[in-house]
């Protein structure tokens, strides 16, 4: 019992100095973005059946509230991975904005000419603006087609239609197409910059990053544009 007791402190201190150390944010930054792209890629390929009719995209829906049954009740499944993703997102947005604080208390004063755009790369350069309107949009998105409340022609159970009926907006189009490309431009940096935390560096992962980057965002560009063309509907 004591010796248990005389364990625990020391585990909490080496976790907390870990979370405080740089590297160690950028670690947790780096892992937990891995684990978003890994669930935007699965959710890029289950959008993709909306191609394929509404038969196939419901009952993927319905397949996903009834996995794991009858070991999980109905519908714990996605509430585990919502929870998973949701305390992914938090450390996610918490280590940069502090390494953000931190880069800036570290250099106060800004470099006299500073460094242009340019020269930085674009998608670098957006990485924390573009973070944040990311933030805003993935709410209005679960309000729009998974709780309903911004899409007006909303059936519960009936994700198809859903789909259908909110791409059929052009506005709504406007704000996704907006927000697919800050997506790609922070998974194009995102992806690079998390690769060189875990060790890993080069021009094959930058490609690879790229290459992703650029599927995930095609991938689930073509969705509203299957709908506004009449391939969908």
């Known amino acids: 019992m004591s010796r248990d007791l005389a364990v625990q402190p020391r585990t909490r201190t080496s976790i907390t100095r870990f979370w405080a150390s740089t590297i160690g944010k950028k670690a947790v930054m780096a892992v937990t973005g891995l684990l978003l792209v890994a669930y935007l890629f699965a ?45 992914a997102v938090v450390l996610h947005i918490v280590s940069a904005a502090q390494l953000t604080l931190r880069d800036r208390r570290a250099r106060p004063i800004r470099y006299r000419h500073g460094r242009s755009r340019s020269a930085r790369g674009f998608a670098p350069s957006t990485m924390r603006w573009g973070g944040a309107t990311l933030a805003v949009f993935v709410v209005w998105h679960l309000l729009d087609l998974t709780v309903g409340v911004a899409n007006r022609d909303y059936v519960q159970g009936e994700p198809y239609h859903n789909v259908v009926a909110d791409f059929s907006v052009w506005w709504v189009n406007v704000i996704y197409f907006v927000a697919l490309v800050m997506l790609g431009l922070h998974l194009d940096h995102g992806l690079t910059s998390a690769a060189r935390t875990l060790g890993l560096a080069g021009r094959r992962i930058r490609i690879l990053g790229t290459t992703v980057a650029v599927m995930i965002t095609v991938g689930f560009m073509t969705v509203p544009i299957g709908v506004m063309t009449g391939l969908v509907g």
Do not use: C, Q, S
Request: hydrophobic share 60%; no cysteine; proline share 4%.
């Open 43 to 87: 959710h890029m390929l289950g959008n993709l059946k909306v191609f394929l009719g509404a038969g196939a995209m419901n009952d993927y829906a319905a397949w996903l509230r009834e996995f794991g049954e009858p070991v999980l009740p109905f519908g714990v499944f996605l509430w585990i991975t919502r929870v998973v993703l949701m305390v």
